[in-house]
């Protein structure tokens, strides 16, 4: 399974951008994907999950601003991120859980000027 992720770039603080990320490979139904992001100098840490019924998860810090969504049939994922931040500053990844194993993208950088 190979994910490929898109859509980062450089914003404006309250601006928008919409990340994608495609799987390609043996994907099975029932997995989860998601996004998770990895600030200069910090941890990695979860921002948004959906099961493959819909069903999401968001990190408290980006509850309200940010939307996850997903098209089973063309095997990807989205963030719909608004009211960006300059904290939302980092670099982006895509993942999918399918049955016991955990995928990654590449990653895509997203920086939010103030």
Known sequence: VQLQ???GGLVQAGGSLRLSCTAS???FAGNIMGWYRQA???QREL???IT???SSEYADNVKGRFTISRDNAKKSVYLQMD???PEDTAV???YARILRDTYWGQGTHVT???
């Open 83 to 85: 009211s960006l931040k």
């Open 47 to 49: 921002v948004a999950t």
């Open 40 to 42: 200069p100098g910090k």
């Open 52 to 54: 493959y019924g819909g």
């Open 92 to 94: 982006y990844y895509c």
């Open 25 to 27: 490979g043996r994907v």
């Open 5 to 7: 992720a898109s859509g």
């Open 112 to 114: 939010v000027s103030s």
